[in-house]
Structures are given as C-alpha cells and as structure tokens.
C-alpha cells in the first residue's frame, strides 16, 4: 500500500515540536497528587480525609517504606513495600495500622484514614481470632 502524503503544506521540520511529557505529570498536573499502589494497582489521591500524609492504599491497605522517623518526612531510603498486618487502637480510641516492610523487616505504623475500607479494616482486626476458634485461614492469607 502506498505511503500518503501530507496535503497541509507542512514539512516534518515546519511542525511545531512536541511537549515534553512532564506536562500533566510535573508540578501541579492531575498526577502531581497521586500514587499507584504497589499492591492492587489503584491510582491513590494523596490527600485523604482523617490524615495530613496518605502513604497507603484505601482498598488493600499497602504502602510503601517511605517515612523514616517521622509521617510525612519522606526520608526512609529503603522504599520497599509494606503490607498491614495488624491494627492498633490508640488510648484516645484512634485505629492505627501497623504496617511490615517486606524488603527490611520494619515496623511502622500509620493513621487510618476516613476513605480506608471497613471491610478490609475488620479482616485485618480479626486476623489474630481465626486461628483460635479453629476456622481455616482465608486463601491467600499469611
């Protein structure tokens, strides 16, 4: 089949050069504010009712080793991927995730969030009873 040929009167060297691809991405686009999660894959919108530093997925509860000593710092160099394991209650009554890291063995915990799944939340808090009255793991389940 034969090639066609522009009939706009432009030549490749007359177009006008494309935008570099940092354009939507880089500083202030519709991704600047966003992360996809290492577990489900789920594009995450950092800013979460309920926390002022969303390091973890709303769905499946994954995040990543990010934080060193203190949320939202940023500074932890291992970047590995951290998987709930259990939650925590604060004196005050406040749930806490208490987060693993698969790459260093870290512990880290972090505040739920008001969009974090409920169902995924009692799975997790109900974790520690379903070897004590005999019920069989759920599949996939550590």
């Known amino acids: 089949m034969p090639r066609r040929t522009r009939t706009g009167g432009r030549d490749r060297k007359d177009r006008r050069p494309q935008r570099s691809k940092d354009v939507l991405h880089g500083g202030g686009g519709h991704r600047a504010r966003d992360f996809r999660c290492a577990g489900c894959r789920l594009d995450v919108s950092t800013s979460a009712p309920g926390t002022a530093h969303r390091n973890h997925c709303p769905h499946c509860l994954t995040s990543l080793h990010v934080d060193g000593r203190l949320p ?24 806490m995730l208490v987060h693993r890291c698969r790459s260093c063995g870290a512990l880290g915990t972090n505040r739920i969030a008001g969009d974090d799944s409920a169902l995924a939340l009692v799975r997790l808090a109900l974790r520690p009873l379903r070897g004590a009255f005999g019920a069989e793991p759920e599949p996939g389940a550590p």
Do not use: L, P
């Open 72 to 95: 939202g710092d940023r500074s932890a160099g291992c970047r590995g991927r951290m998987d709930a394991v259990a939650v925590s209650a604060r004196a005050d009554g406040e749930w």
